[in-house]
């Protein structure tokens, strides 16, 4: 039998400096410069992150400069009960760095996109005949991004859409919420795509994978009490009656009301109808931690559960989140599921 050894890369501006991070620091118990190493892989609405702590005891470690571009790769150099190598986990850019002691420590924290820089500038600007694709087109333009926007969304008509004193940021989040998705940025790509779907952006299916009950050391599985919501009321203003309106989908009786009003009724339609999504989902998530590291592991894979209780192992289920730690302990993952609604 194989002994199974975890196994990294990474660089900074380009530069690997896997070697130094690999270095035993004499003044700390020769231990390796690298305490840990963590990364959080999101769904949607928030910025993947990666976490560096490193042992400075020996002072001869410089500080990384904000700003700085570093890409990860994580995964297994050998072992009986892994699929060795690496897997790209993609480009964060320093926004935090901190040196505390003694021991004297560094902490680097990065992320994959610059979400406290001009994403999170106030605009005014709207657009009008056009089409949802073509929004993220424009808004991933302003930023040197790439545009990724589910077929499924992109040819959603919009007689009107304003973004009116509100950052991209929260303005692309307000468009996933009115349409049942989610809207992120991921290795240079701003992307829409709706929620739990199990598929890429471009509608095809991702590849399967398969958790046993032996692959973790602990589960937590919840199931929480479904609000009963048999309709959903969204209002518009109509500017040529000069009053405002409403759209039910569902049943107008006891329907529940979104607070806010929305510019014409194609929105208020598009609101209403992903809230009704929303509402008809009853709660139920599975967290794994799984005592081998799986790099490969990424928001909206879908999962099948072996081991468990029947109504868990039956269930089609989805990432919404993965963490990799990677430290004293040898390369863990944990793993988020959700409910997937193909």
Not at 263 to 284: I, L
Request: proline letters at 4%; charged letters at 25%; glycine letters at 8%.
């Amino acid at each position: 039998m194989i002994a199974n050894i975890p196994d990294y890369r990474v660089e900074v501006d380009g530069v690997d400096i896997t070697p130094r991070l690999r270095d035993r620091v004499p003044a700390n118990r020769n231990r390796p410069r690298l305490i840990s190493l963590g990364i959080t892989d999101k769904r949607g609405n928030e910025a993947d992150q990666l976490d560096l702590v490193l042992d400075d005891s020996d002072g001869a470690f410089n500080l990384p400069r904000t700003g700085a571009v570093i890409r990860v790769q994580l995964g297994w150099k050998q072992g009986s009960d892994v699929t060795v190598g690496l897997v790209d986990k993609g480009t964060f850019i320093v926004d935090e760095v901190s040196h505390t002691g003694p021991p004297d420590v560094i902490t680097v924290r990065a992320r994959a996109a610059d979400f406290t820089g001009a994403m999170r500038v106030r605009r005014e600007r709207s657009w009008r005949g056009t089409t949802l694709g073509a929004i993220v087109a424009d808004v991933a333009r302003a930023h040197g991004l790439t545009p990724r926007c589910a077929p499924a969304l992109a040819s959603i008509a919009v007689t009107t859409k304003a973004q009116s004193r509100e950052s991209d940021l929260a303005f692309l989040r307000r468009l996933g919420r009115d349409h049942d998705a989610a809207a992120t940025i991921k290795r240079g790509n701003l992307v829409l795509a709706p929620l739990g779907k199990a598929a890429t952006i471009s509608g095809v299916n991702l590849p399967a994978r398969t958790i046993h009950r032996r692959d973790g050391d602990r589960h937590d599985y919840q199931v929480q009490k479904q609000e009963e919501v048999t309709g959903v009321t969204a209002s518009w203003h109509d500017r040529a009656a000069a009053k405002k309106k409403t759209v039910t989908v569902g049943n107008a009786d006891g329907a529940r009301k979104l607070s806010r009003t929305y510019a014409n009724e194609a929105d208020a339609q598009a609101a209403a109808t992903a809230e009704s999504s929303r509402a008809a989902r009853q709660p139920r998530t599975l967290a794994l931690n799984l005592a081998l590291g799986r790099a490969d592991m990424k928001p909206e894979q879908p999962v099948t559960v072996v081991g468990f209780k029947p109504v868990i192992d039956a269930e089609r289920w989805v990432v919404s989140e993965v963490s990799h730690a990677l430290g004293d302990r040898g390369f863990q993952t944990q793993v988020k599921l959700e409910i997937s609604y193909r």
